[in-house]
């Protein structure tokens, strides 16, 4: 997915526009309801359409810090070897941290809020067998990391 298609998709969540009326905005705006069938142009425009109901890029590009913790960017490791397989359906951040919710919420007895918050060794290291067995299933080499 190329950088501007990113930027509508992050436009919409901010602006909370869902897909029906982000589909309705293009068709409007350039004719086409499909991202995959517009131009970079057209793209553009669907971009500028979004910073005038409201939307205000980052400048900074979304960079965050980095955790703290060695075995925490492990885990952050882990997720950018899936994404890089094309074997995650969700592959930002947001979606690690749903994935961690959705697989352990009911084990821990609460709900994750952010990865980079996590601090018990036993959480994390469950993390990271559960990513590391989803790297062995979808056939990711993860040995290079630890």
């Known amino acids: ?8 998709f ?4 901010a602006l909370g526009i869902d897909n029906d009326t982000r589909q309705s905005l293009q068709l409007r705006v350039v004719g ?7 131009t970079e142009e057209e793209l553009r425009k669907v971009v500028k359409a979004l910073e005038q ?7 900074t590009g979304g960079t965050r810090k980095t955790a703290k913790r060695a075995d925490v960017r492990y885990i952050h490791v882990l997720w ?7 074997a ?16 352990f919420a009911r084990t821990w007895g609460a709900a ?6 996590m601090e018990d060794h036993g959480q994390i290291s469950d993390v990271i067998n559960a990513l590391k067995s989803w ?3 979808a056939g990711v080499d993860h040995s290079g990391g630890a």
């Open 1 to 8: 997915m190329n950088a501007t298609k990113r930027k509508i």
């Open 10 to 13: 992050v436009a919409c969540r």
């Open 32 to 38: 086409k309801s499909s991202l995959s069938e517009m």
């Open 53 to 59: 109901k409201g939307f205000k890029p980052s400048r």
């Open 80 to 86: 950018g070897l899936l994404k890089k397989a094309d």
């Open 88 to 103: 995650l359906e969700n592959p930002t951040r947001d979606g690690l941290n749903a994935f961690i919710r959705k697989r």
């Open 112 to 117: 994750l809020i952010d990865v980079d918050a």
């Open 135 to 137: 790297c062995d299933r």
